[in-house]
């Protein structure tokens, strides 16, 4: 456990509340490092190609990479800041809070994108634009 994040969570029962952010935020932190060094096994990391060469023109030319993710959630980090190819081809980090208190921090919230309104309404929004 780092300095912090033990300082945080013995401060946590003074009653301050911003040691609890900083202890949640410092568990974020550590749960997207290790999501990342379970996900990438390669160094450097590389994004896949985006998009794919088997669109069409007009359609790879509308094309977006935005990735909606929890900071809460074990499976969901922004990809922008892990290499210098997902910065330049994911388009947007979009963080947005998906399922309920009881699953916020389990995988289980991985799958409650498709079911919640953070995620369902701007991307059926962006597919009536595109098509």
Known sequence: MSDRLLAATSDKFHGDARPR???RE????????????????????EAIAFPGGG????????????NYYDKDEVLGYPLKPISQSYDAL??????INVGGFGASFTPLSHTAYWTDN?????VAKFLADFL
């Open 21 to 23: 952010r900083r202890a």
């Open 90 to 95: 994911v388009n947007e980090d979009i963080e």
């Open 55 to 66: 669109l069409p023109s007009d359609v790879a030319t509308k094309a977006r990479w935005l």
């Open 118 to 122: 953070d995620f369902t309404k701007p």
């Open 26 to 45: 410092e568990s974020g932190a550590t749960r997207r490092r290790s999501s990342l060094l379970f996900t990438f096994a390669h160094d450097p990391v």
